[in-house]
């Protein structure tokens, strides 16, 4: 193992947490990665050091100081998302958070209120548009599939004079692999139109290279990174910032309300706008502090280390019999997960899952089982269900080895 890798692992104190007197095989970072000390302990420091209202709406040095870190915070992550600015970067509680706030803030007219979705959507992208759709603001229209990814061939058909925004994940949460976002953007964009990317399952191993792509707008979660829960952002392309309205108001978003002709707002204009209320100040610190120590660690040794676990899943699994690996070596390598289904009559993906966590002498083997709240790729592909291993730094090729073994021995069972 890569020094700079075995190095990040300390940093994941649930490692060494018995559960139930078992250790831990983690093979479900896609749901979230285990957290980090560093970014815990940064918190920790932010809410007991400072612990106080940062905004723009005090003048003594605690608050100051607070503002100073939220907002040195907000340039980490500007970086990591490939900001043009730290101004075109609005902290959120994560990608479901970020697209109900780009869909209740994006400016739909009656000419232009079509929007495309990729087929693999999350349910944190994709129920936000369809509430919109099922209000009569907008009107959906979904991406066929070719295999298990968007069929990007198709997506000039779908698009036109009506189109306002194409949605894209950057890497599906149940198919793996990575998406050809730079070419959406293009197509996007010749239709007069914006592109949207979830980089949930991106960030965590790649960073984020959405808005170096052409995307116009990209969100990402910090749990997926070691990071506080409730912690993410939103990048929004300066130009389109301008144009949205913002769906929640209050404190720190407003410049005055007057009385000349009834009561009247006069709002702030650009990121901050879109933050109103107290921010979570030490959830930034945290995610800030997560950011910087996988930097550390170096993008290119995570994507290195977790491509390869994902290429030897994918070998190992496929001499199984009685299951299926979904996805092709190549397309997989490019992401962080691997989904398998069953081919063997009476098999349950949530029986097995329950066998794994419980059966296993002195282990509890945790893997996802389900949809996982991927409903539109379900029903676009024509799979049911899937069991998703999903892998980060603190993977071996000895935890996939263990679940095929588990895996070869619960086929024989059933």
């Known amino acids: 193992m890569n020094k700079a890798i075995a190095a990040l692992n300390r940093e994941f104190p649930a490692l060494r947490t018995r559960f139930c007197g078992r250790r831990l095989v983690y093979l479900d970072s896609a749901c979230t990665v285990l957290k980090m000390r560093c970014a815990a302990d940064a918190q920790r420091e932010s809410l007991l050091r400072l612990g106080g209202c940062g905004g723009r709406r005090s003048f003594y040095s605690l608050s100051s100081e607070?503002?100073?870190?939220?907002?040195?915070?907000r340039r980490t992550v500007a970086w990591l998302m490939g900001a043009g600015s730290p101004d075109e970067v609005i902290?959120?509680?994560?990608?479901?958070?970020?697209?109900?706030?780009?869909?209740?803030?994006?400016?739909?007219?009656?000419?232009?209120?079509?929007?495309?979705?990729?087929?693999?959507?999350?349910?944190?992208?994709?129920?936000?548009?369809?509430?919109?759709?099922?209000?009569?603001?907008?009107?959906?229209?979904?991406?066929?599939?070719?295999?298990?990814?968007?069929?990007?061939?198709?997506?000039?058909?779908?698009?036109?004079?009506?189109?306002?925004?194409?949605?894209?994940?950057?890497?599906?949460?149940?198919?793996?692999?990575?998406?050809?976002?730079?070419?959406?953007?293009?197509?996007?964009?010749?239709?007069?139109?914006?592109?949207f990317s979830d980089d949930a399952q991106f960030s965590?191993?790649?960073?984020?290279?959405?808005?170096?792509?052409?995307?116009?707008?990209?969100?990402?979660?910090?749990?997926?990174?070691?990071?506080?829960?409730?912690?993410?952002?939103?990048?929004?392309?300066?130009?389109?910032?301008?144009?949205?309205?913002?769906?929640?108001?209050?404190?720190?978003?407003?410049?005055?309300?007057?009385?000349?002709?009834?009561?009247?707002?006069?709002?702030?204009?650009?990121?901050?706008?879109?933050?109103?209320?107290?921010?979570?100040?030490?959830?930034?610190?945290?995610?800030?502090?997560?950011?910087?120590?996988?930097?550390?660690?170096?993008?290119?040794?995570?994507?290195?280390?977790?491509?390869g676990l994902v290429l030897d899943a994918h070998e190992r699994l496929s001499s199984v019999k009685g299951v299926r690996v979904l996805g092709g070596k190549a397309a997989l390598a490019e992401g962080s997960l691997l989904s398998i289904v069953p081919e063997k009559r009476g098999f349950s993906s949530r029986d097995f899952a329950l066998f794994l966590d419980s059966s296993v002498k002195g282990l509890s083997i945790a893997v996802r089982s389900g949809r996982h709240c991927a409903d539109l790729a379900c029903l676009s592909s024509g799979v049911k269900e899937t069991l998703r291993l999903s892998y980060f730094t603190y993977n071996t090729a000895d935890d996939t080895e263990l679940f095929a073994r588990v895996l070869e021995r619960y086929l024989r069972m059933i």
């Open 91 to 195: 902290f959120t509680g994560g990608v479901t958070d970020a697209a109900n706030l780009l869909a209740n803030s994006f400016p739909f007219t009656k000419d232009r209120n079509e929007v495309v979705l990729s087929p693999l959507e999350h349910n944190a992208v994709f129920l936000p548009f369809e509430r919109l759709a099922a209000a009569g603001r907008v009107k959906l229209k979904v991406l066929p599939l070719k295999g298990l990814t968007p069929d990007l061939d198709a997506l000039p058909r779908l698009l036109g004079r009506r189109t306002a925004l194409v949605c894209l994940n950057h890497a599906s949460n149940i198919f793996g692999g990575r998406q050809e976002l730079r070419r959406a953007a293009a197509l996007a964009r010749a239709a007069g139109a914006y592109l």
């Open 204 to 307: 965590p191993t790649h960073g984020s290279g959405a808005a170096a792509e052409g995307a116009d707008a990209c969100a990402f979660s910090g749990h997926k990174l070691g990071a506080p829960y409730c912690t993410g952002a939103l990048y929004v392309r300066r130009e389109l910032l301008a144009k949205l309205r913002p769906w929640r108001v209050g404190g720190g978003t407003v410049e005055g309300v007057t009385l000349a002709g009834g009561y009247k707002a006069k709002y702030i204009g650009g990121n901050r706008g879109f933050e109103a209320g107290v921010q979570n100040y030490a959830g930034a610190a945290g995610l800030a502090a997560a950011i910087g120590r996988l930097e550390r660690a170096g993008f290119g040794n995570i994507r290195a280390h977790v491509s």
């Open 66 to 73: 607070m503002e100073e870190a939220f907002e040195a915070a």
